[in-house]
Nanobody, 126 residues
């Protein structure tokens, strides 16, 4: 059974930092893994993803501020979020899929993912 457990969400002031963690079990890494965010009633948005070759891709709104990384020994994926803005306030989810089209850019599409974490709220105050 594949399980993704998230931690690290919380509230910070504008300009602050947070690091989200996603512990993965029952999954042999292939395809894509990454972070998504979704507000109630809105479409899911790919934030930061990494493919099985180590390639990464980011949403334009977070480039230069967010960094995705993996610790294979701990089977954990991270999202380092710096220079946070109020518009980053939303629920964040980690996800994984064995589907892979080739190239990290394609990993940004949320509809190909079938394994999801429970979500963590990030709140950035002005």
């Amino acid at each position: 059974q594949v399980q993704l457990v998230e931690s690290g969400g919380g509230a910070v002031q504008s300009g602050g930092s947070l690091r989200l963690s996603c512990a993965v079990s029952g999954y042999t890494y292939s395809g894509c893994m990454g972070w998504f965010r979704q507000a109630p009633g809105k479409e899911s948005e790919g934030v930061a993803v990494i493919d099985s070759d180590g390639g990464t891709s980011y949403a334009d709104s977070v480039k230069g501020r967010f960094t995705i990384s993996q610790d294979d020994a701990k089977n954990t994926m991270y999202l380092q979020m710096n220079s946070l803005k109020p518009e980053d306030t939303v629920m964040y989810y980690c996800a994984a899929t064995r589907k892979y089209y080739g190239g990290a850019y394609y990993c940004l599409s949320p509809n190909q993912y079938n394994y999801w974490g429970q979500g963590n709220q990030v709140t950035v105050s002005s």
